[in-house]
């Protein structure tokens, strides 16, 4: 099993430009999250998922939308980016729940300026 | 929401010695996670746990539920434990979100 799977690893991006960071897991888990970690803060939730078709916002949702069409792919996209979206994004699942153990992708690092 | 208070913040310890982190919340919980980040690395779980202790090698985690407060135990420790090790918490029945300590840094010198 690959386990939970991120791409790309480094971005780069200029301020208003659009992107999609991708996260796939090949466990068959119902539950997978976005967060992001800056410096300084703990990891923050963004949006996460329970299911196929089911998202809901996390903490600090702003400036991003998601969607489930699959149990195994759960994408972030960033609509406009500014300097502030700057940070290291991991995707995480677990088998149901946040109570479950829970799975980390090896994160994205992106930088806007 | 849940607050999560981690203690120490950052820790310096000399190879062999016991080593203790520190997790407090304010909410009753479902579970309480702890992870372990290496530098430039990714996050993995060390431990779930509702109640008890769980322990994993030279790992040790406990918690007691009644004063919302866990401990994460490193026995003998080395420096390949040297990382940042986070707590995050399940608030409860219904709730679909995780809230994450600042994490606690440790540096163990040889």
């Known amino acids: 099993n690959a386990g939970v799977t991120q791409t790309p690893k480094f971005q780069v991006l200029k301020t208003g430009q659009s992107m999609t960071l991708q996260c796939a897991q090949d466990?068959?888990?119902?539950?997978m999250s976005w967060y992001r970690q800056d410096p300084g803060m703990g990891l923050r939730l963004i949006h996460y998922?329970?299911?196929?078709?089911?998202?809901d916002q996390g903490e600090v949702p702003n400036g991003y939308n998601v969607s489930r069409s699959t149990t195994e792919d759960f994408p972030l996209r960033l609509l406009s980016a500014a300097p502030s979206q700057t940070s290291v994004y991991f995707c995480?699942?677990?088998?149901?729940?946040?109570?479950?153990?829970?799975?980390f992708g090896p994160g994205t690092r992106l930088t806007v300026l | 929401k849940n607050e999560v208070e981690q203690s120490p913040q950052n820790l310096t310890a000399q190879e062999g010695e016991f080593i203790t982190i520190n997790c407090s919340y304010s909410?009753?919980?479902?579970?309480l996670h702890w992870l372990q980040q290496h530098p430039g690395g990714g996050i993995v779980s060390l431990f779930m746990?509702?109640?008890g202790k769980k322990k994993h090698g030279r790992l040790i985690a406990t918690i007691n539920i009644q004063e919302k407060h866990s401990s994460l135990h490193i026995t003998a420790s080395h420096p390949r434990d040297s990382a940042v090790y986070i707590c995050?918490?399940?608030?409860?029945?219904?709730?679909?979100?995780?809230?994450f300590g600042k994490g606690t840094k440790l540096s163990v010198i040889p």
């Open positions: 995480a699942s677990s088998l149901t729940a946040p109570y479950n153990e829970q799975f």
């Open positions: 466990m068959n888990h119902e539950y």
């Open positions: 998922s329970v299911g196929a078709g089911i998202t």
């Open positions: 909410v009753g919980i479902s579970a």
């Open positions: 746990l509702s109640s």
């Open positions: 995050a918490v399940s608030t409860g029945a219904g709730s679909y979100q995780l809230t």
